[in-house]
Each structure stands twice: as C-alpha cells, then as structure tokens.
C-alpha cells in the first residue's frame, strides 16, 4: 500500500535495521578475534602439553597452564597486562617443555652414574682377580720349581741306570735304551720292564703337573711290521703301562709325528715331561654379568 | 608577610614531587631476582639463554622507562614480562648443563666399558716354567 511519504519511512527502518544488523555482526567478531599473544600462548602450551616429557614436570605444566587460564580471562578486558599475560603464559610453556628435558637430562645423567659406579666396580674386581690369578701362578711355579728336584731324583732312581736324564729350564727328558723295555724286534714289554714303568709312573704322578711325550725311535724294522708302526706301537704300550700305573689320561700329548726320510737313527725311549700351565680359575668368569 | 607565604608553599611543592614519582611496583623486585638467578646458573654462558636474559634485562629498562612516565600497568606488564623471560634463560641454563653432565657420563660409561672389553695387560713379572 502506497501512501504519502510511505517510500523514504521504509527506506529509513531498512537502513536502520542493517545498521543494527552490521554492529552486531562487528561486534560478534570483535568479541571472537583473539589476540596473537594468547594464540602464541595457546600453541606453547599445547606443545609442552605434548611434549614426550611432560609428566616429569608436571609442576611446570601445571603453572604453565595456570598463566594460560589468567591470559584467558585477562584478554577479554583486552589491556596492556592482557598482553603481559600473554606473553608470561607462553613463556611458562616453554619453560614448562624445558624442565621436562631438564628432567630427562637429569635421569640420564644418574643412569650414567650408576652404569659408572657399576663399571668401575666391575673393573676394580677384574683387577683383584687378575691380581690373585698371578699370586697363584706364583705360588703353582714356586711349588713346580720345588718339586722338580724330587721328580728328577725319583725318576734318576726309577731308571736303575739302565737310561739317561737330562734336563733344561723347559723340561726333563729320561732316554731308555729299548731293549731295557721292550723285546728285540716286538712291541711287547721285557720282563720286569713293567716295575720300571710303575715306579717312572709314580715319580710323574708325586710331581708338579706336566705334559708327557714319549717318543720311540725304531731304525730297524720289526719282525712282522716296518719300523714306523713299531715305533708307534711301543709308544702306545708305554702309555698304557704308564697310565695303568696312574699317570692321568690328560697329561699325555700326541706330537706330530717326522716324515719318513726324517726319523731319526737310534733305537731308543725318550719320555720327556714338559710343564703344564699352572690352571687357575677365570678371571672372566668370575665377574658379575 | 610574604615569607610567611612562601613557607606554606613548601611541603605542597615537596608532596607534588612525591606525587610524580610513584613507588617502584613488587613485579620489580621479583624480575630483579629472577634475572640474578638466572646469571647465577649461568645464563650468561649459554648461547640459547643469553638471548633471553638480554630480552628480560631489556624490558626491565621498558618498565622503568614505563614508571618514570607514571605508566604504572604498563611499568608492571614489562617487569613480568621480564621475570618470563628470566625464568626460561635460568631454565635452559639448567637443561644444557644437565646435558652436558649426561652426555660426559655416557662417554666415561663407553670408555670404561671399552677397557672392560679389553684383555688385562700381562704382568711385567716372569713365571718360572718347569715340570
């Protein structure tokens, strides 16, 4: 219905209407937009929030999260100490995320005390083991050095003079002719052969542990094998006799044998006692894994 | 006559004097301290927090600026912003030296571990060797 002055009254109240319809737009987005200061705050705690660290500084977080809380409320009265607030908020994240690390720092710092302290104790006992495994060597070479008069006499006595003894600082060698131990041309033993065998076998048995090597020298041959397998098996019946008589299995030791153009001449025993290592308890195994 | 005056001028020109320099706030006193405590751990020496123990000293200056303008919230914004940042230098002072320790004492762990791995050194003393 068109009246008189009707156009520009409707005209007015439209304009009226989105001018109050503008304002209150622009005042809803006033009151949303946040400043940059607390979303910097916001991103800092969030980040402290995640970090892997977080819970080792709780306290930190918690006071982190306090300032944020006084920014919130702070930047709704959009002040100078809304900005300060801010600011001090997102610093307290920060802070917050570093004594996480500073708290992490600090534990890796005492596992590694600790792995230290276990280390050097470890180290310190290696060290007392080692020093107790030379006093034993000592003690074994000492005890070696003393016997060995005794063996050498048991074994001068053991011989009835029918062989020869001869020593060096590495070891003794007793030289029997082969017809005083064995028959002519046989690997069996000699009558009485066996009592001399039983009193060398005690004479190694009272002594210091030694490895023994018996060596035969055949240069003619057998009445029914060459002088090699002879060689090899009056070697073999020594060791029997001697270990019959008590000598431990473990003292004896095979030694490669010379090749065929290298044997030499004679026809003889040689028993030689070479000393063993004295045998004492690991060092490694003796320390805490 | 006049003198008389004059005298009663006096305490009114010393009260406005007061007036113009308001009191330092308690913010100060606080970011004072905490800036000292973050030298203190060494700040000064460690190249992320020095950046921010300058960054604190400089708003310190702000918020003195501030107070002699008689701009108490902004003199008082300033020093907290101050104390802030004097916190986080102190505290990334600490972190670097609680690397530093941990990082020296992997090493020593390694070194140690690397002379456990290694066989004893063979004593200067000779066995005697007999049977």
């Known amino acids: 219905v068109k009246t008189k002055g009707g156009a520009p009254r409707a005209l007015a109240l439209g304009g009226a209407s989105l001018l109050v319809f503008l304002s209150a737009l622009s005042a809803g987005c006033v009151r949303a937009a946040v400043s940059e200061d607390l979303l910097r705050a916001r991103d800092a705690a969030e980040r402290a929030r995640r970090s892997p660290t977080a819970q080792s500084a709780s306290l930190a977080l918690y006071q982190a999260e306090v300032a944020l809380a006084e920014a919130e409320r702070a930047e709704e009265a959009g002040s100078r100490m809304a900005k300060a607030q801010a600011y001090v908020a997102r610093r307290k994240a920060e802070q917050a995320r570093i004594e996480g690390l500073y708290a992490a720092q600090k534990e890796a710092a005492a596992g590694a005390r600790a792995a230290i302290e276990r280390l050097r104790r470890n180290l310190a006992r290696r060290a007392e083991a080692a020093d107790v495994d030379v006093r034993r060597r000592e003690e074994e070479a000492r005890r070696h050095e003393a016997a060995r008069p005794v063996l050498r006499q048991a074994l001068e006595k053991a011989h009835g003079g029918r062989g020869e003894l001869s020593w060096d600082q590495e070891m003794i060698r007793l030289r029997l002719p082969s017809e005083a131990v064995f028959q002519s041309y046989l690997p069996f033993l000699q009558r009485g052969a066996d009592k001399r065998l039983a009193a060398i076998a005690e004479a190694i048995r009272t002594g210091p542990p030694c490895a023994v090597w018996i060596r035969v020298l055949d240069d003619v041959e057998g009445l029914t094998m060459d002088r090699r397998r002879l060689a090899r098996r009056r070697a073999a019946r020594i060791r029997e006799a001697l270990m019959e008589h008590g000598v431990p299995a473990e003292y004896f030791f095979a030694h490669p044998q010379p090749s065929s153009g290298a044997v030499p001449f004679g026809t003889q025993i040689d028993l030689i006692l070479i000393a063993q290592p004295a045998r004492v308890q690991s060092v490694r195994g003796s320390l805490p894994p | ?131």
Not at chain 2, 35 to 60: G, P
């Open chain 2, 1 to 131: 006559m006049r003198l008389r005056k004059l005298w009663a001028f006096i305490p009114m020109i010393g009260l406005a004097a007061c007036a113009s320099t308001p009191p330092r706030p308690a913010e100060f006193a606080v970011a004072r301290e905490k800036i000292d405590a973050a030298e203190a751990a060494f700040a000064r020496e460690d190249q992320r927090a020095v950046s921010y123990l300058d960054l604190a000293s400089q708003e310190i200056g702000h918020a003195r600026a501030a107070l002699s303008q008689n701009d108490v919230v902004a003199a008082r914004a300033w020093a907290k912003q101050a104390s802030a940042d004097a916190d986080v230098a102190r505290s990334l002072a600490l972190e670097n030296q609680a690397q530093r320790e941990a990082q020296e004492g992997w090493k020593e762990v390694d070194r140690l571990q690397d002379e456990l791995s290694r066989p004893i050194p063979p004593t200067s003393r000779s066995l005697p060797s007999s049977p």
